[in-house]
């Protein structure tokens, strides 16, 4: 609850054989504690597919350059704690994904773990604290949006389930446990 958290440029120019391209990361961030202070990078991806992994290489290596020291002809680069929402999925979409390294010194990898919206239920959310999910909620009723729609009864379920869901979200702001400006961004996103 002291830690210092610093939003982070979001745009990263990509050199490509002398071609700079703009990129734009979803999350990037840094998280004081004390003397400590660590990278973090987080991508949504509404669909998975084989690109995201190469992204997510390319704005990880540029924020560890970004971040980088250079003492006595050392370079030193950090690379971020990663990860990746995935607001859509399949049961090919991994849990983990890997970057493996190999270099004339060694071989280095490291993993960005996923996290798949549409396998956390409501409840889930608030007991985990999982609150920044809430918005992407009705992902999990995608495939069933047009019956919801042409059907009465399923359309009152889902307001009675968002009625409660804005319910829950007062009364934590009511008990101090989120701000007022919290509250109302989750409700207007959502």
Do not use: W
């Amino acid at each position: 609850g002291t830690d210092t958290i610093n939003l982070e440029e979001n745009e990263i120019f990509i050199n490509f054989f002398g071609k700079s391209t703009k990129r734009i990361t979803d999350s990037s961030f840094s998280i004081e504690t004390g003397n400590e202070k660590r990278h973090y990078h987080i991508e949504c991806q509404s669909s998975s597919d084989g690109s995201m992994i190469i992204r997510m290489y390319e704005y990880d290596s540029q924020i560890a350059l970004k971040h980088s020291t250079l003492r006595d002809y050392v370079l030193e680069v950090e690379f971020p704690e990663s990860a990746v929402i995935f607001l859509r999925h399949n049961k090919n979409t991994p849990d983990t994904m890997r970057i493996k390294i190999n270099t004339p010194g060694g071989k280095v990898c490291y993993d960005i773990p996923t996290l798949k919206v549409k396998s956390y239920d409501i409840d889930t959310i608030f007991k985990k604290n999982l609150l920044f999910l809430i918005p992407f909620y009705i992902f999990t009723y995608e495939d069933s949006l047009e019956e919801i729609d042409n059907t009465e009864e399923k359309l009152f379920q889902l307001m009675k389930e968002y009625s409660n869901i804005v319910l829950r979200l007062n009364m934590l702001c009511e008990e101090g446990i989120i701000t007022e400006y919290m509250y109302k961004t989750i409700c207007q996103l959502s």
